[in-house]
């Protein structure tokens, strides 16, 4: 290479050896001293370029009235400075048929004649580009549905969003026109096609996909964004209703079973709506819709995305995060609300109730938290962690009275610790570690921690009256357990739900209800504890019926253990 980046040209080999050398098509232009380009030499490959891009101008070296006149403007701006930019791709045609150039510019010695010159190079990049379309119409589409793919679906939102088309008003005026993404879930589809095979699951999918393209209008676009989820583009010509009615016939056509080999069977699915924003972000769009289908498998129901209700899942995860980091620091603390022995007025013992203040948050209810904790599986930490504490604040009052209290403490179970945690050796260590025997401590557990494994729940049961602790069913006769759980599971207390409880004043129905539950626990041996006391009558009217024990904000609040040690001896007092 020569001085200032010339091509070296062999003073043997003329120009039209050099261009005839190259395996590409080629030429030599030059410019005038007034600025005209001038074609001084090319090859056949060159002359054959032009032909099949019908570009008679540019063989007869007319750039003015060339079709690429875009080249011409490269040549010039180059030739006038050979720093100027040097590579332009072109196409003509379309679709397949179409042919795609990289065009080449590298200077020459400057000609006495003809001034600047440069070497122009065509590079063939059709074959390259129609290789690279069919791989990304390949990566776009979906093998098995064979309808776009969810990479090509955040594509079509894009689409949408740019060129959204217009509509007239029903004021006779010209609006564009708005759109919305319903993302369609199969429910059902991992058990059946676990059970049934790969095989059975893909004819699932084709035939389900075929029936939802049915129930679709012209303009709207289909695609398969997951294993067994569809997302759909809809047009909105009369606003979200026009969505709503997507979803409706999109239920329609899957109300038959589907009919696979010698099978039928019922397909349901979920669907979740999200109205598009202009210039929203396809990804948010998406995950807007998301969420609405998660909303729908709750409420049987098509749900249309809202933004306050995301928040509330946002705030969820968050507590989530906030939670956990407040165990590993120690950060939750435990009140005791009073039991109260109905006939003598004693403390009988003390429910233990996780209490979270939050540095900035302020006080967390634990109908927030405790819910998080249990869709978290944080409940397993927590849990451990209150049955060690009250455990151990039990022990600490023995030690400041002098003498172990007559009283226990009653710890709350969720169905999730009794379904993935050992509940007895959780027991058991609270036990050792504070000296306590099993009488002093009461586990409650719900009606549903027995109705979703009763051989499991029996096991538990059972070791934990080995380990001499109580067992009470909390909130009973809210759930759906059968009465035959109470004759067959270790159960000694009925705890009576506060919804019942809170009525009898004003309510013949409650007080029957709570008269029926004293009187089974009567017959089957347990004793009976109200919850939700909140008036000296109620306090009264259930001392008269039998009920054994209560709690409520009429005798105390969830109370600091320390304060719940001095309510313990006023009530002796």
């Known amino acids: ?28 232009v030059g410019q005038t001293r007034h600025g005209v380009l001038k074609l001084l030499d090319r090859n056949t490959k060159f002359d054959e370029v032009m032909v099949t891009l019908g570009d008679a101008a540019m063989i007869a070296g007319d750039f003015r009235d060339c079709a690429q006149v875009q080249i011409a403007r490269l040549m010039e701006a180059y030739l006038a400075d050979f720093n100027a930019p040097s590579e332009l791709e072109f196409s003509q045609g379309n679709g397949i048929s179409a042919f795609h150039y990289r065009i080449k510019l590298a200077p020459l010695a400057r000609d006495p004649k003809w001034g600047p010159r440069c070497l122009v190079s065509l590079v063939d990049r059709t074959s390259e580009v129609q290789s690279e379309s069919a791989l990304r119409a390949e990566m776009l589409r979906d093998s098995l549905t064979g309808l776009p793919n969810r990479l090509s679906f955040g594509e079509m939102i894009e689409a949408a969003d740019s060129s959204p088309g217009n509509q007239v008003g029903d004021d006779g005026k010209i609006r564009p026109m708005g759109h919305a993404v319903l993302v369609v879930d199969m429910l059902r589809f991992s058990r059946i096609n676990e059970s049934m095979g790969g095989l059975f699951g893909d004819e699932l999918l084709i035939t389900f996909a075929r029936r939802l393209i049915s129930a679709l209008r012209a303009g709207d676009r289909l695609a398969r964004t997951g294993g067994n989820e569809f997302g759909v583009i809809v047009a909105l010509r009369s606003g979200i209703g026009d969505a709503m009615k997507a979803a409706e016939r999109i239920q329609d056509v899957m109300n038959a079973p589907f009919k696979l080999s010698d099978l039928e069977i019922k397909v349901e699915c979920a669907i979740g709506l999200a109205m598009m924003q ?15 289908v998660k909303q729908a498998k709750g409420a049987g129901c098509p749900q249309v995305y809202h933004a306050e209700e995301a928040s509330q899942a946002r705030r969820r995860f968050s507590i989530e995060t906030e939670l956990r980091r407040a165990l590993d620091k120690d950060e939750l603390t435990l009140s005791y609300q009073p039991l109260i022995d109905l006939k003598s007025g004693q403390v009988a013992g003390f429910e233990a109730l996780a209490r979270w203040t939050h540095a900035d948050r302020g006080e967390i209810s634990p109908t927030e938290f405790i819910p998080v904790a249990e869709e978290s599986g944080l409940i397993l930490t927590l849990g451990r962690w209150a049955m060690d504490k009250a455990a151990q604040t039990l022990a600490e009052w ?118 029926a539950v004293l009187s089974l626990a009567d017959a089957l041996g347990m004793s009976t504890t109200a919850e939700g006391i909140e008036t000296v009558e109620l306090a009264t009217t259930l001392a008269a019926l039998g009920c054994a024990s209560g709690q409520g904000y009429y005798f105390a609040k969830p109370l600091e253990a320390n304060a719940a040690l001095a309510y313990w001896k006023s009530r002796r007092a």
């Open 398 to 515: 023995d030690k400041a009275n002098g003498a172990p209290i007559p009283a226990y403490v009653a710890v709350n179970l969720s169905a999730i610790q009794v379904a993935r945690d050992n509940i007895a050796d959780v027991v058991a260590e609270a036990l050792r570690s504070s000296g306590l025997t099993g009488d002093r401590l009461t586990l409650e557990l719900t009606e549903s921690s027995i109705v979703q494994d009763p051989g499991r729940a029996q096991r538990v049961f059972e070791a934990l009256k080995a380990l001499d602790a109580t067992v009470a069913m909390d909130d009973f006769g809210t759930g759906y357990s059968s009465l035959a759980y109470l004759q067959r599971l270790p159960i000694d207390v009925l705890k009576i739900d506060r919804s019942f409880v809170t009525g009898m004043m004003v309510d013949p129905d409650s007080v029957a209800i709570v008269r």
């Open 1 to 28: 290479m020569r001085p200032g980046g010339m091509l070296p040209v062999d003073a043997r080999t003329n120009d039209r050896d050099l261009l005839n050398a190259l395996p590409i098509a080629a030429a030599l």
């Open 278 to 292: 202009p210039d929203q972000d396809p990804e948010e769009l998406f995950r807007n819709a998301q969420f609405a």
